[in-house]
C-alpha cells in the first residue's frame, strides 16, 4: 500500500507539480506512513529530516498557545484585546485612502480575542485584501515579516466582527500570550507545547540547523522552477505566531495527532479536551469563510480548497468544512497551510492526519493543489477505514 504514496509523490515532482515533497499520514496513537521524493535543495534529498519554512503553519501554535492560557483561566475568547495590550486601543479602521493619504477613525466595536483567533478582527493581509494592498504602498507602512513591534500596527479593514478577511490577528495573539505569561512567545512556546509532545525539530531560530533547511523555488514561465530567497527574520524584536517557525513534516504530524487525541500525546498533556474542542468547533458564528480571491496572483492563487459551494467556518485554530468532501476528507475536518505550499488536514471523524509539504510559490499553486488533492484522495483509499479506530494495526497493513 505505502508503495502507491511513494509513487504518487514520485510522479508529482516528475511532473513538476512540485520542485520536491516530504508528506506523511497519521492516525491518534500512530504514524501510519512517511514518504519523500526529490531534492529538498541542490544535491540534498528531501526527508523526515528537512527543515521548512512553515508559515501560517504556526498560527495553529500560536493558537496553542491562548488555549493554554484558556486552559488556566487566565484569559478568555471574549477578553478585550486593549484590556491586557494597552497599545491596541490605538489600532484605526482604515475608511479610504484618498490624494491626502489614508482616512482612519476608530473602531465602533471592541475587538476579542475570539476577533483574532477567527479572522474577524479586520486585520487583513496584502495578498487577499486590496484596500489593504493599497495601504502597503504607501510610504513608511508597516510590514508584518519585518519582526519589529511597530509592524504590528496594521489598519483594520472593517470594525471587529462585522466581516471575515484573513490577516496578521494571530501575530497579536501572540504579544497577548507573553504580555499575561511574562515569558517571550519562543520559550512559551518551547516550555509548554514543543517539549512535552516531543517537537525537537519546530525552532524559531535555525542555529546550526542551516543544512536541513529546504530551498524556496517560485513557479518559472516554462513550468519549471526558479530558486529565490526567502527566510522569516532572524532574532527579531517580535516573533510573528502568524509565520515565525521552522519546523518537520515528523514534528507537525506530531502536533496533529495532539488534536486528533483531544489534547494530549504519548502521556503528555498540553490542552484539555474543553480547549481542544475550541479548535474543532466553529467559533466564527454566522461568518462563514469565502474563498480567498487573490489581489497579488504572483504570490498566491486563489484559495479554494473545496469542490464549489462547501460550506466554511474557522475555529480558533483551524478553517473547518462543515460538510462531507465525497472520496475525501468528512465534514467537521481541520486545516490550514503555510504560505509556501505546506498543507495538512485533521480528520476527527476518520481518525486521520495529514501533511503534504514542499516550499514554493505561488501560494495553492495549481499544480501543487492537484496533487494534493490525489494525494488525499490515495490516502484515503488507503487508511480511511482501517485508521478508524485509535489503536489501529494500518500500520502494518501499509506495509
Known amino acids: 500500500m505505502s508503495a502507491r504514496l511513494d509513487q504518487l ?163 497579536w495573539i501572540g504579544r497577548l500570550v ?48 526558479t530558486e529565490i530567497e526567502y527566510n522569516p527574520p532572524t532574532r527579531p524584536e517580535v516573533y510573528g505566531m502568524g509565520f515565525a517557525l521552522y519546523s518537520t513534516a515528523s514534528d507537525y504530524i506530531r502536533f496533529l495527532q495532539m488534536v486528533l487525541n483531544n489534547g494530549e500525546l504519548d502521556g503528555n498533556r498540553v490542552l484539555s479536551p474543553a ?25 498566491s492563487a486563489d484559495v479554494e480548497l473545496f469542490p464549489a459551494g462547501t460550506e466554511m467556518t474557522w475555529t480558533a485554530a483551524f478553517l473547518r468544512n462543515e460538510t462531507d468532501i465525497p472520496d475525501r476528507r468528512a465534514g467537521g475536518s481541520l486545516t490550514w497551510a503555510g504560505f509556501l505550499n505546506t498543507h495538512y488536514w485533521i480528520d476527527p471523524a476518520n481518525n486521520i492526519a495529514a501533511v503534504l509539504m514542499t516550499q514554493t510559490l505561488p501560494f495553492c499553486d495549481p499544480g501543487y493543489m492537484r496533487a494534493y488533492e490525489a494525494y488525499e484522495r490515495l490516502v484515503y483509499q488507503l487508511f480511511g477505514s482501517s485508521a478508524h479506530a485509535p489503536g489501529s494495526t494500518a500500520t502494518a497493513a501499509a506495509r
Open 178 to 225: 507573553e504580555r499575561i505569561d511574562g515569558r517571550r512567545i519562543d520559550q512559551f512556546c518551547q516550555e509548554e507545547i514543543f517539549r512535552p509532545l516531543g517537537l525537537s525539530s519546530t525552532l524559531f531560530e535555525l542555529d546550526g540547523e542551516q543544512c536541513r533547511l529546504a530551498s524556496v523555488n517560485v513557479r518559472a514561465e516554462d513550468g519549471g522552477f
Open 9 to 171: 509523490l514520485d510522479d508529482a515532482v516528475g511532473r513538476r507539480d512540485m520542485p520536491f515533497a516530504v508528506a506523511a499520514v497519521a492516525s491518534q496513537r500512530e504514524t501510519l506512513w512517511q514518504g519523500n521524493a526529490g531534492e529538498a535543495a541542490p544535491g540534498v534529498k528531501a526527508g523526515p529530516d528537512t527543515l521548512f519554512r512553515i508559515m501560517s503553519m504556526t498560527k495553529a501554535v500560536g493558537a496553542t498557545a491562548a488555549l493554554i492560557l484558556i486552559d488556566r483561566g487566565r484569559l478568555e475568547l471574549e477578553t478585550p484585546v486593549a484590556s491586557v495590550l494597552p497599545e491596541f486601543a490605538a489600532i484605526r479602521v482604515l475608511e479610504s485612502i484618498g490624494a491626502e493619504g489614508p482616512v482612519l477613525r476608530p473602531p465602533r466595536t471592541t475587538c476579542t480575542v475570539r476577533h483574532l483567533l477567527t479572522h474577524r478582527s479586520g486585520f487583513a493581509y496584502e495578498t487577499y485584501d486590496a484596500k489593504q494592498a493599497a495601504y502597503q504602498r504607501l510610504p513608511g507602512s508597516p510590514n508584518i515579516l519585518d519582526g519589529t513591534v511597530q509592524c504590528l500596527n496594521y489598519p483594520l479593514m472593517f470594525d471587529p466582527g462585522e466581516g471575515f478577511v484573513y490577516g496578521i490577528g494571530i501575530d
Open 275 to 299: 480547549a481542544v474542542d475550541l479548535m474543532k468547533t466553529n467559533q466564527s458564528g454566522n461568518a462563514t469563510v469565502p474563498v480567498f480571491r487573490s489581489v497579488l496572483p504572483g504570490l
